[in-house]
């Protein structure tokens, strides 16, 4: 006997963001020395000595990989330090680009190489015994390697090392200022925020086929489309389940599928499944009802839901 075919549209909701739109940054803030050699008139082979510091930059997470962000570095010298009657100034501006690695979950790591333009701010005692402020400008650049704890999906803490160079060019600055190489330390604190203010799970369904609502039951163990799961939280995701419900237009949520973990910016594809109540039938050629895809998973340990 001949029937006519039913069919609806199933509308996906999912809290998500744009991928394409998503972006995360770093803002850090962090206290550094520098062990650094000093050449005074004392020593002209030079002394070693500890220049406290500030840093703080930003980072640009591009392809879950490579970072990029300005930076700026504040260097106190004292006159202590540097054998003379004045204290000093570092101050440098520039970028940075570093690559990173996630070992584990919670643990991350980076190297990277950062450069720009310094100034250079004291003051000596020139030849008739008279102060004379001096202000130096030139470049610099550093090498460094860093690991990171991430504490929860915003809050991370780290500890590296650098090695830096200022240029100097005046043998007048060499005499009381850092020169050459110097190895840095630091330990630090970043916060991670993402410019899309949203859930960090997109689900996009592509159905295969028509439903027809005479044979709903038979999409209880027929796949008539597929899940796409993206993972843009701000680390991997563990015991990840995917199920599907429907309100009184389904008798159960019917479970798609599950995996063990889905790494940052990753994805995986499930069937769609739908167990589907007597109220389908209802619906006239092209109907249209609303369906939501449930994800329960763990961040570093915290369940939630998107």
Known sequence: MPFKKFFFVIIVLAFSYSMIFSVDIGIRASPEVIFHEVITTENEDGDLKVAPGFCLNADINLFNIVAVGPTFNFFWISKN??????????????????AFY???????????????AYT??????NTSDLKENINYYNTWYKCFAEAGFLINPSLSVLAG????????????????????FRLGATLAIQYTFNTVKSDSITVVLVQNEPVFPLFAQIYK?????????????????????????????????????????????KSIDLPFYADFSEEVLNFSEDGKILGEIVVTYELLGEKKTS
């Open 81 to 98: 330090t540097t054998k003379t009657d004045y204290n000093a100034q570092l101050l440098d501006f520039g970028v940075s680009a570093s």
């Open 102 to 116: 996630f070992p584990l979950s919670r643990l991350h790591l980076r190297g990277g190489v950062a450069g720009g």
């Open 120 to 125: 250079y701010s004291s003051a000596i005692t």
């Open 161 to 180: 090392a650098s090695l830096y160079n200022h240029t100097m060019d005046s043998s007048i600055i060499k005499q009381y200022s850092p020169v050459g």
């Open 221 to 265: 163990k027929n796949s008539f489309g597929t899940l796409t799961i993206y993972n843009e939280e701000t680390a991997e995701i563990r015991n990840v389940s995917v199920s599907f419900r429907a309100g009184d237009y389904t008798a159960s949520e019917m479970l798609c599928g599950t995996t063990d973990i889905i790494k940052k910016h």
